[in-house]
């Protein structure tokens, strides 16, 4: 595994860890990358190394059947798919004009929002677009998962996210909107998040 992401993953662990989420304790095993080809390829998609890193890192979140969806988020308001969910959720999702068949959903809010990476060949190989189920427009919102996760990371160590008084990850939209437009700087979402 590159050394930036081993980097951004030990981050968000001691993020986590700081924080006392429960969320360590729900992620599965890595998964073989072999693995996760041979069951993505089934739909034509080509995944990015660095996604496929992110799994063999762990594949999802598990966690018993009554656990709040809160202690399953990894960063505020999202939860890891698992290989297994993310072609679930692929398949639900193709039929939807909004979505794209490169798209695959990695990162999931429980009410069909999803972080989703480019897995096709093109420009846009890589690209993690935001998904909003009530929306038309699907923006990039970060260049890769490499730099997704550099993001999260950073808002781990710099503290844009932190708990609310109820014991909920939060984030510090202005303070993780300055990280994202540091590590994200051609990303027009962050450059010109109006446009």
């Known amino acids: ?32 990358t072999a693995e ?6 089934k739909r034509g998609l080509e995944p990015p190394g660095d996604l496929l890193d992110l799994w063999q890192w762990r594949n999802g979140t ?25 072609t679930r959720n692929f398949d639900a999702l193709i039929a939807d004009p909004r979505w794209q068949p490169s798209w695959l959903p990695v990162f999931a809010d429980g009410g069909g929002d ?18 909003r189920i009530e929306q038309a427009e699907h923006p990039v919102e970060y260049r890769s998962v ?14 844009a996210y932190s708990l609310d008084r109820n014991g909920w990850l939060e984030v510090n939209g202005d303070l993780y ?3 994202a437009l540091e590590l ?7 450059t010109d998040p109006v446009a």
């Not at 966690?63 to 939860?79: E, I």
């Not at 999803?114 to 993690?128: E, H, I, K, M, T």
């Not at 994200?184 to 962050?190: G, L, T």
């Open 36 to 41: 996760a080809l041979a069951s993505l390829a």
């Open 177 to 179: 909107a300055s990280i």
């Open 146 to 159: 490499e730099r997704m996760l550099a993001t999260f990371a950073a808002a781990f160590t710099r503290r």
């Open 1 to 32: 595994m590159p050394a930036e992401i081993s980097r951004a993953l030990a981050e968000i662990e001691a993020g986590l860890r700081r924080l006392d989420r429960p969320t360590l304790d729900f992620l599965n095993p890595g998964i073989p």
């Open 114 to 131: 999803f972080l989703a990476v480019v897995c096709g060949r093109g420009d846009q190989r890589g690209a993690v677009h935001h998904f």
């Open 184 to 190: 994200n700087p051609e990303v027009r979402w962050w």
């Open 62 to 86: 598990g966690g018993p059947a009554d656990a709040k969806l809160g202690d399953l988020w990894l960063v505020p308001g999202f939860y890891l798919l698992s290989v297994e969910d993310a």
